[in-house]
């Protein structure tokens, strides 16, 4: 069974920086993708950043400029390095993977954890 681990979630003032890490564990196939999403209370979840195998990125446009995703292939791990925080930051930050096991292809999330950027 596949597992994603997230860490690095807290509280920062505006400005300030936080970093999240993501790492994948377990009997891994693939990785073909990883990624973090968000969701604010009483809002849709959204793409914030992902990354191919390959290292093509793309970002959500209300984060270009600030935001870093990264990847370490030899450790399953992601990472987004968030820069310039303003409080429409704060939300539930979720790890993805899609993981192409065999003939399927299946979507991986961590349990989330908590940025919440004070103003």
């Known amino acids: 069974q596949l597992q994603l681990v997230e860490s690095g979630g807290g509280l920062v003032q505006a400005g300030g920086s936080l970093r999240l890490s993501c790492a994948l564990s377990g009997n891994i196939f693939i990785i073909n993708r990883m990624g973090w999403y968000r969701q604010a209370p009483g809002k849709q979840r959204e793409l914030v950043a992902r990354i191919t195998s390959g290292g093509v990125t793309n970002y959500a446009d209300s984060v270009k400029g600030r935001f870093t995703i990264s990847r370490d292939n030899a450790k399953n791990t992601v990472y987004l390095q968030m820069n310039s925080l303003i409080p429409d930051d704060t939300a539930a930050y979720y790890c993805?993977?899609?993981?192409?096991?065999?003939?399927?292809?299946?979507?991986?999330w961590g349990q989330g954890t908590q940025v919440t950027v004070s103003s």
């Open positions: 993805n993977a899609l993981v192409i096991e065999g003939y399927f292809t299946n979507d991986y």
